[in-house]
């Protein structure tokens, strides 16, 4: 399997633009999640999806947020308007059973906001 | 928060020597995994280890677990340039709860 593919590994964007982050989860993955890295807060879980569908968007910081997933084999992680606060490594990852096993990663996608 | 917490926060060693890290937590846990980031690149996971399990093994790397003190140590044996990279230990609460980090353990192994 290719792994969890995330697109794009980098962008430059200025502020106040849409920001559309894409994920593809490992095939027969029930589980997708959204994490966000930063030196200042570690890596932090935005939201997470089994099945599809949103199971926990709590750690979600803002309404500029937004997570769909709308088939099995795709998910977005958009941000609007963007904000240099929002500037962070974004992972999607993937897993057969949730929480109580392996979390594949994808290779994260870096984001700056000027 | 349940979130785990490495020591130490970095870690120097020379190629060929052993390396601990050590991760504490707060509360009662399902499971408890180890990850490698190496920069610039997503967390690969290394280790999964359950609450009713003491002790494991994969290749060169050993991972203990007290749950009477609530931590969780991951030694890597016989180091290796290549092992040099940030370890996070990661904990999920026994009743289905999310998947916390913990800073990381930043590993530099020198040839």
């Known amino acids: 399997d290719a792994g969890v593919i995330q697109s794009p590994r980098h962008e430059v964007t200025e502020m106040g633009q849409e920001v559309t982050l894409r994920c593809k989860p490992i095939s ?3 589980y997708l999640f959204w994490y966000r890295q930063t030196m ?3 890596l932090e879980l935005l939201i997470y999806f089994n099945n599809n569908v949103p199971i926990d968007d709590s750690g979600m910081p803002e309404d500029r947020f ?3 997933m709308p088939n099995a084999s795709f998910s977005t992680l958009k941000i609007q308007p963007s904000e240099p606060r929002d500037s962070a490594v974004y ?3 993937s897993s057969l059973t949730g929480f109580g096993n ?3 990663f994808g290779e994260g996608s870096w984001l700056t906001v000027v | 928060s349940q979130q785990g917490e490495e020591d130490p926060q970095a870690l120097s060693i020379q190629e060929g020597e052993n390396a601990t890290m050590n991760c504490s937590y707060k509360t009662s846990i399902n499971n408890l995994q180890w990850y490698r980031q190496n920069s610039g690149r997503g967390l690969v996971h290394l280790i999964l280890i359950r ?3 003491r002790e494991k093994h994969s290749g060169r790397l050993r991972v203990t677990l007290d749950t009477s003190k609530k931590s969780s ?3 890597i044996t016989a180091s290796r340039a290549a092992d040099t990279a940030s370890y996070f230990c990661a904990t999920a609460d026994n009743q289905g709860g999310k998947l916390i980090f913990g800073q990381g ?3 530099s192994v020198k040839p």
């Open chain 2, 51 to 53: 609450s009713n399990e």
């Open chain 1, 66 to 68: 937004s997570a769909k």
């Open chain 1, 91 to 93: 992972f999607c990852a």
């Open chain 1, 102 to 104: 392996t979390i594949y």
């Open chain 2, 105 to 107: 353990t930043e590993l």
């Open chain 1, 40 to 42: 200042m807060r570690g």
């Open chain 1, 28 to 30: 027969g993955h029930d």
């Open chain 2, 73 to 75: 140590s991951l030694l």
